[in-house]
């Protein structure tokens, strides 16, 4: 469009420009120092963005190759990193799909349905959301301690648990859905139901398919934030190689000890995962979708 | 065949406090083509949903072909239905539109793929099937919604204002392609509008439904082919909701009754004949006259009245006059054929011919016409 433009905004786009490089430079800097630490040999956190003299002694740590140093002493992997980095992304992909699931269906329920109590259930569902689930960490031990007890795949110390216990965080995700169900015109259900569908065919064959962004939208903040969690993790899981990333990171910080190499290595390595969801699932976060369907 | 029968059908949505829709008793046959007419807020489309079963049903029966459907889902009634908005699936392209239905219900893909080809080319679709619907004008998109439910061979087809989001000249055409289309199929339709030139084109039954009035018994006013509504309107109200520009209302009283003629004396004391029977009314009862705005005569010796000239309208091939008289109910607007220019205040005789006269009780119910034009 060829608005006419005010003869000093040749600068304010460039004073624009500068601030933006700035900003991005400020937020980036942290990851860039995370990187820099886990090629840096020895274990420091200090020194210089690049590296003076880089090493890949942490890397090799973190994928379970032993690595020899430069005295010909041989350094052994002390932690499994790759079974955690397999446990994370399992859980992650694991709780997220149910999330998707219990979200999609639960939100359909929300806009869709009608049925007694539903915008009290609305506002208290909310409200427990506020509520952050390291408060609930005692019931958490306790619960799944005793459901052990009888379902061996539930107790303490199994992704099981850990899974469900995450899936208490639908809530948010209920409401986002629900908000962009609500967005797409009911009179293309009801026209399905006229051309024969029943309720679920016209849920899966016309919502869901017009729903796919905000799906994906879901799918990667429920994937992000299940690979990072660790409070619940940190309590839930013991064993060693049932850690996940997350959890299993601490372990490189022992009090007298802290190895921040292998620390910053594992760490990047948790960012991967997410990286490559977040580029799979690009592609579904479209807008449009829903034009063109009906006359407003 | 496919008849449609409503009994007592009545519809609330706060269990029986308030109706939207009381009484209503319709017997459509088959292939007949029926438009609902009412002013916004009288429910018709109500009454269309509650057919096709988007709406449940209060109290009454619905049944197609003899069939009770009640209680049937709408994905077993096998009704067609055409929304206002379309409703076409957005992310699907024509064909796959207007495929959705067959392939729900596993017919065999050949066979699909024949009735949308042949309903493509019913509808002059064929280049566009496989396009999407945001790449389609409106007129396009109305007809892909019709094609979605041709293809699906209903019992009944529903239109509900399917032609309102059309500009007018569209508007025209997608109208003579539904009644070429009608007479093609010969399915039964119930056609919802509020625009009375498309019922009294399309329809061969008009049914004129009323905002429910408190205390009223049902909000059904009248059933009747086009002309019959229009030559003989049953009350006040289809009388003036039939008809464009509206129909003249004035206020007076019977002096003469007959079963033949019938004198009124206007409040304004001028004397009207007009062909009515009212042999069963009496003399000194209050009625109200109607005459159409095209009726109105200038040339008349008798049966006038004068009003004065409140505003001019000269459209070229008609000029509208619209006058204020103190007997009229809301406003006197009259069609005449001369183009003479005439001032506002004048004042302005015309003559009311008395077998173009309407008349209406107290109630509102209308004393039958006997010299009205006769029509097949």
Not at chain 1, 153 to 175: F, K, R, S
Not at chain 2, 30 to 50: I, N, Q, Y
Request: glycine share 8%; net charge neutral.
């Amino acid at each position: 469009m060829a608005m006419v433009q005010p003869r000093n905004l040749k600068y304010r786009v460039w004073a624009a420009r500068l601030f933006m490089i700035l900003f991005i430079c400020i937020i980036m800097f942290p990851f860039l120092m995370i990187i820099s630490v886990s090629f840096r040999s020895g274990n420091f956190a200090t020194g210089s963005l690049i590296p003076d003299n880089p090493s890949l002694e942490h890397w090799a740590m973190a994928f379970g190759i032993p690595w020899e140093n430069a005295d010909g002493s041989i350094t052994q992997p002390t932690f499994p990193v790759l079974i955690w980095l397999w446990n994370s992304i399992k859980i992650s992909v694991l709780t997220s799909g149910f999330i998707l699931l219990l979200s999609t269906t639960g939100a359909y329920a929300f806009a869709r349905l009608k049925f007694r109590f539903k915008q009290s259930m609305l506002t208290s569902m909310m409200i427990l959301q506020m509520f952050p689930a390291v408060l609930a960490l005692v019931a958490f031990h306790t619960i799944f301690d005793k459901l052990g007890n009888f379902i061996p795949w539930l107790g303490l110390n199994t992704h099981g648990a850990l899974i469900v216990a995450y899936l208490g965080g639908v809530t948010m995700n209920i409401w986002l859905i629900k908000g962009y169900f609500e967005s797409i015109d009911n009179a293309l259900e009801e026209s399905a139901a006229i051309d024969g569908a029943t309720p679920w065919q016209a849920f899966r064959h016309i919502l869901l398919p017009l729903s796919v962004p905000i799906l994906a939208v879901v799918f990667i903040l429920a994937f992000i934030g299940v690979i990072g969690e660790y409070p619940v993790a940190s309590v839930l899981l013991q064993d060693m190689d049932k850690l996940t990333l997350a959890v299993g990171s601490k372990q490189f910080l022992n009090p007298q000890n802290y190895l921040w190499g292998d620390f910053a290595a594992a760490a990047v390595l948790t960012g991967l995962p997410i990286t490559l969801i977040f580029l799979l699932a690009q592609r579904y976060l479209v807008s449009g979708l829903t034009s063109g369907g009906v006359k407003g | 065949m496919a008849e449609v029968k409503l009994v007592n059908l009545d519809k609330s949505y706060d269990g029986g406090k308030s109706y939207v829709l009381r009484n209503i008793n319709l017997d459509i046959n088959d292939g007949e083509f029926v438009a609902f007419v009412g002013p916004s807020g009288c429910g018709k489309s109500t009454l269309l949903r509650m057919i096709c079963g988007l709406e449940d049903i209060t109290s009454g029966d619905l049944s197609i072909e003899q069939e009770r459907v009640n209680d049937m889902p709408p994905n077993e009634r096998r009704v067609g239905m055409v929304f206002q908005s379309y409703a076409l699936y957005p992310h699907m392209t024509v064909r796959e539109n207007m495929a959705f239905g067959l392939k729900l219900s596993k017919i065999d893909k050949k066979v699909i793929n024949e009735r949308v080809e042949e309903a493509a080319r019913t509808l002059q679709l064929e280049p566009l099937l496989d396009r999407k619907p945001k790449a389609m004008s409106g007129g396009q998109r109305q007809r892909v919604a019709i094609g979605r439910s041709i293809v699906q061979e209903p019992r009944v087809f529903l239109f509900d204002e399917p032609l309102s989001n059309l500009d007018v000249s569209l508007r025209v055409q997608m109208r003579q392609e539904l009644a070429r289309l009608h007479s093609r199929l010969k399915t039964t339709a119930i056609y919802v509008t509020h625009d009375q030139v498309e019922a009294m084109t399309l329809a061969d039954k008009i049914v004129v439904l009323s905002p429910l009035a408190e205390g009223s018994e049902s909000n059904l006013e009248q059933v009747g082919a086009p002309l019959e509504l229009f030559h003989h309107p049953k009350n006040l109200f289809v009388a003036g909701f039939i008809g464009s520009p509206k129909m003249n209302f004035f206020r007076g009283e019977i002096v003469a009754t007959g079963s033949e003629t019938t004198q009124v004396k206007l409040e304004t004391g001028e004397m009207i004949q007009t062909y009515n029977d009212t042999s069963y009314a009496a003399i000194g009862d209050k009625v109200t006259l109607g005459i159409r705005p095209q009726d109105v005569l200038t040339n008349a010796e008798e049966n006038n009245v004068t009003g004065t000239i409140n505003a001019l309208e000269r459209l070229g091939t008609e000029t509208f006059v619209y006058l204020n008289h103190p007997a009229i109910v809301e406003a006197f607007t009259v069609r005449i054929e001369d183009h003479r220019r005439r001032e506002e205040g004048e004042s302005f005789k015309v003559g009311l011919p008395a077998e173009s006269c309407h008349l209406f009780g107290a109630n509102g119910q209308a004393f039958q016409r006997t010299r009205a034009p006769q029509f097949d």
